[in-house]
């Protein structure tokens, strides 16, 4: 997708419109239109990064730090227990708006929304040889 057509470079240009919440030089935070929760918000970089695949060392470091502001403040606002974070990375992790972004988005323990592990996860711990194996595999993708 283009920066053209892409939305958040629309709401980053002011056309579209968009209830922002702060932002700076780097990033832009504003609500989510379509929220799971009251409070739901989204942090992005103003230069157009579809992932984390793509995206430059010294602007996630920014998000990172700003991430952590955006979180403290949502958790304060709504009073939730938590807040999630996240950020999908590709159509396969469920990433549908191809520009990066963070979504913090507050929970309490019994909300119907949230990081949901498959059942039975737990049942039995994966073998040694093949985390290892897996790790050698991860350390050696550079």
């Given at each position: 997708m283009s920066e053209e057509n892409c939305i958040f470079c629309k709401i980053i240009r002011r056309d579209m419109p968009s209830s922002i919440i702060f932002e700076d030089e780097h990033s832009i935070a504003f609500m989510d239109v379509f929220p799971v929760a009251e409070g739901h918000c989204l942090l992005i970089p103003k230069k157009h990064y579809e992932n984390m695949f793509d995206v430059d060392l010294d602007v996630v470091a920014h998000l990172a730090k700003t991430l952590v502001d955006l979180t403290k403040?949502?958790?304060?606002?709504?009073?939730?227990?938590?807040?999630?974070?996240?950020?999908a990375n590709g159509e396969g992790a469920g990433q549908d708006v191809p520009h990066l972004h963070f979504h913090a988005i507050p929970r309490n323990k019994n909300s119907p929304f949230g990081f949901k592990f498959p059942p039975?996860?737990?049942?039995?711990?994966?073998?040694r040889d093949r985390?290892?194996?897996?790790?050698?595999?991860?350390?050696?993708?550079?």
């Open positions: 403040r949502v958790r304060k606002a709504t009073g939730a227990e938590g807040v999630l974070n996240i950020a039975g996860y737990r049942n039995s711990m994966a073998p985390l290892d194996h897996m790790a050698e595999k991860i350390r050696s993708s550079v």
